[in-house]
């Protein structure tokens, strides 16, 4: 993790913060990036992860943080994009969900392989599609039980805008993510792991 990363992140941090559309839902979508800034720097002496892993944590954090200030449902961007293909909602939570599956897809294959917990590519991949569903399942939880807690912020926080199949859509994305992600970087980690390993082994 490089002062880059952590100026990156500060300044979009600093940015989501300042007026936000709704500040308690701001503070549900924020946190995780929080808590993985946190996760990130307890462990970046005794387990350092790749640059790209480091990339994607740090988009994850972006999207999230975007997300955050404006509200999934409401991002400005992605209103024009709506409105310019004649769609029925604002898809930016779809792009969370699909970062849901993509970028968690490398963290725990860094896991996986680093520890070598499981023999053969096959095992590898299955596991890793299995963590990101399950991950993003407990987020749907999650997303449920704040609704039940604060009918206010249900709304804004879910993101539904109506779509009966919002939550099998979510996960949905976070599948897709996650095979594609191992599909297009998977080769290219591996190169990264290689690296950080002869890294290692020089300290």
């Known amino acids: 993790m490089t002062r880059s990363w952590l100026a990156i992140f500060a300044v979009v941090f600093a940015w989501s913060a300042w007026r936000p559309a709704d500040t308690f839902t701001w503070f549900l979508e924020v946190l995780p990036a929080v808590i993985g800034l946190l996760v990130l720097l307890a462990t970046r002496r005794r387990f350092p992860l790749t640059g790209l892993a480091y990339a994607l944590a740090l988009v994850h954090c972006i ?10 449902a409401e991002v400005p961007l992605f209103d024009w994009l709506r409105d310019a293909f004649e769609l029925q909602r604002n898809n930016y939570d779809k792009v969370g969900h699909f970062a849901q599956g993509f970028v968690p897809a490398i963290l725990a294959r860094e896991i996986l392989l680093r520890y070598a917990i499981v023999r053969g590519r096959a095992w590898l991949n299955f596991l890793v599609v299995c963590f990101c569903l399950a991950f993003s399942a407990l987020y749907e939880i999650i997303e449920w039980i704040v609704a039940l807690a604060s009918e206010e912020a249900a709304e804004a926080f879910l993101g539904t805008q ?4 919002d939550t099998q859509s979510d996960m949905g994305y976070a599948l897709f993510g996650a095979l594609l992600s191992l599909l297009l970087l998977g080769r290219y980690h591996d190169r990264q792991l290689s690296g950080l390993q002869k890294a290692t082994d020089h300290t």
């Open 63 to 72: 999207i999230l943080m975007v997300g955050g200030h404006y509200t999934y």
């Open 162 to 165: 109506g779509y009966v199949w």
